[in-house]
């Protein structure tokens, strides 16, 4: 159970939960592979089920062969706003970063996208007004699911861990949460199934975004 008047800061993932970004994904990693003459199929419904993963941990589940992992994200990040229009902010999610704003709970946002990008993207939906902090992946701190990046969240919003709560669509961003100590609430409307999601015990599950509210209500 989430008790609401201990929580003082909500941090959201993007892909999956903020952002319904598989097909800019998707084709900007198809057109990467291409770029680097990477003659492989890429299963679709495969590489849906890993959104969120990192990727070279879905090139090696997939046997993508991709040798220089550094210049694949370099073209990748160039090539990705050629498609940014494929990606849409899910229903009803500026309702709820507004509800939250106005019960004075902060929200940030952890992603593994690098920095440069993940501001690139927030600013291109015009969300950046709504969060306090967002943390892209940063040279020398770890990734999702370490604790980390949601520990340095907290610490420079000066929030303790307890008092915040991890919304994600993937293992990742649950094991996350539960690893720095927060609680978490898995959002089962993104890139993973219910049952998947079922399996990493979560505090909630939430089925759209504003069911948040039932928490702060």
Do not use: W
């Not at 999702?144 to 994600?168: D, S, Y």
């Not at 094991?175 to 898995?186: D, F, L, M, S, V």
Request: glycine letters at 4%; hydrophobic letters at 40%.
């Amino acid at each position: 159970m989430i008790n609401s008047s201990s929580i003082k800061l909500v941090t959201f993932d993007l892909d999956g939960t903020i952002i319904d970004s598989y097909q800019t994904i998707y084709k900007s990693t198809i057109k990467t592979l291409r770029k680097l003459k990477i003659e492989t199929s890429v299963n679709e419904k495969e590489f849906y089920k890993r959104i969120g993963q990192h990727f070279n941990d879905i090139f090696s589940e997939m046997n993508i062969p991709v040798n220089d992992f550094e210049l694949f994200i370099s073209i990748y990040k160039e090539l990705y706003f050629d498609f940014i229009d494929e990606s849409k902010i899910y229903p009803g999610v500026i309702d709820t970063l507004q509800f939250l704003n106005e019960k004075n709970v902060l929200v940030s946002l952890l992603t593994t996208k690098t920095q440069s990008q993940a501001d690139k993207i927030i600013d291109h939906f015009g969300l950046r007004n709504f969060f306090s902090f967002v943390m892209g992946r940063r040279d020398g701190i770890a990734n999702k699911p370490a604790a980390e990046p949601l520990l340095f969240i907290c610490n420079e919003l000066q929030i303790n861990a307890k008092h915040t709560l991890m919304v994600g669509d993937t293992e990742l961003d649950i094991r996350c949460g539960k690893n720095a100590g927060a609680k978490t609430c898995a959002a089962a409307y993104g890139y993973r199934s219910e049952d998947q999601l079922k399996k990493e015990n979560a505090d909630s599950i939430i089925f759209q975004i504003t069911e948040l509210k039932n928490i702060f209500n």
